[in-house]
């Protein structure tokens, strides 16, 4: 461990805040330059991943935190070239799940907890309400980071998919979930195909992110709007046209439209097993 991020590793920091500063040493690591090194990879190589990926990738999953060690998630691991076919026309026709050669739905899944109530002749009262769809998604989404940084490790590239939350009924269907369990994300798996691996997308300014003590955001109208010109710049660069920040807050939450269906989120909820009192 040092003290300092090496004159090395500088362009990790640099990339990652657009080339804005922070007023503190940072300490740094392998696994600390690993994750300010993620990028989402959305072009794969045609390579079959070794043995015992899925395995090794669900064992890191496995060993992160989980409310009460009530370990409210699953992961179904989609392979099959079909499959993964049909989920990309579930979630926008995003080529890259039908390219990846792994495909994982990550889900909030009560009904593991349902079954363990019924084999003891009891109802679990606290499973119908909200409180616990929010461990479950929770337990879910702090799992699937574990394996995408044990992924990364491995030389492997991925790209979070919420875009299966646009038909959840479907997509459980498509998955053979039962009553209580639903998809909250999907993960692709892949070797990045050669000079496609993708860039390090800048973020915000600390000084909008993190606050002491107490909330309060002074420097935030100056920040982001530093923000909208870096992240500009940045798609730009990639090839994505030249969008700022609070462009694509107002496109994806300025209307429901921007939600691509996920407005009747609690309908849908419902209809997969989950009360939400």
């Known amino acids: 461990m040092t003290d300092a991020l090496p004159s090395a590793r500088q362009?990790?920091?640099?990339?990652?805040?657009?080339?804005?500063?922070?007023?503190?040493?940072?300490?740094?690591?392998?696994?600390?330059?690993?994750?300010?090194?993620?990028?989402?990879?959305?072009?794969?190589?045609p390579t079959?991943?070794?043995?015992?990926?899925?395995?090794?990738?669900?064992?890191?999953a496995q060993s992160a935190a989980t409310s009460s060690n009530l370990q409210t998630w699953?992961?179904?691991a989609v392979e099959d070239e079909s499959r993964r076919a049909r989920l990309s026309a579930l979630a926008q026709n995003q080529a890259f799940i039908r390219e990846a050669p792994l495909f994982l739905a990550w889900i909030a899944d009560l009904s593991r907890l349902d079954r363990v109530g019924q084999a003891r002749g009891r109802h679990l009262e606290g499973l119908d309400y909200l409180e616990m769809f929010m461990v479950a998604a929770i337990d879910a989404a702090l799992a699937a980071q574990n394996a995408v940084v044990a992924a990364e490790?491995?030389?492997?590239?991925?790209?979070?998919?919420?875009?299966?939350r646009n038909h959840p009924e479907k997509v459980a269907a498509e998955l053979g979930l039962p009553p209580g369990a639903m998809a909250v994300f999907g993960l692709?798996?892949?070797?990045?195909?050669?000079?496609?691996?993708?860039?390090?997308?800048?973020?915000?300014?600390?000084?909008v992110i993190l606050h002491r003590e107490q909330y309060g955001a002074p420097e935030e109208p100056a920040s982001v709007a530093a923000y909208d010109q870096a992240l500009a710049d940045f798609s730009e660069a990639t090839g994505q046209g030249r969008t700022t920040w609070t462009g694509r807050v107002m496109t994806r939450v300025g209307t429901l439209a921007g939600l691509s269906g996920r407005e009747r989120m609690q309908a849908a909820l419902n209809a997969l097993g989950f009360p939400l009192r």
């Open 74 to 76: 699953s992961v179904v």
């Open 153 to 164: 490790s491995l030389g492997l590239g991925t790209c979070y998919v919420g875009a299966l």
């Open 188 to 207: 692709a798996v892949g070797y990045p195909a050669p000079g496609a691996e993708g860039a390090v997308k800048p973020r915000l300014a600390q000084n």
């Open 11 to 45: 362009p990790l920091l640099h990339d990652r805040y657009a080339g804005a500063g922070i007023d503190a040493p940072l300490r740094t690591n392998a696994i600390i330059e690993g994750l300010l090194a993620h990028r989402s990879v959305r072009f794969y190589a």
């Open 48 to 60: 079959p991943l070794p043995a015992g990926t899925i395995e090794t990738l669900v064992a890191a």
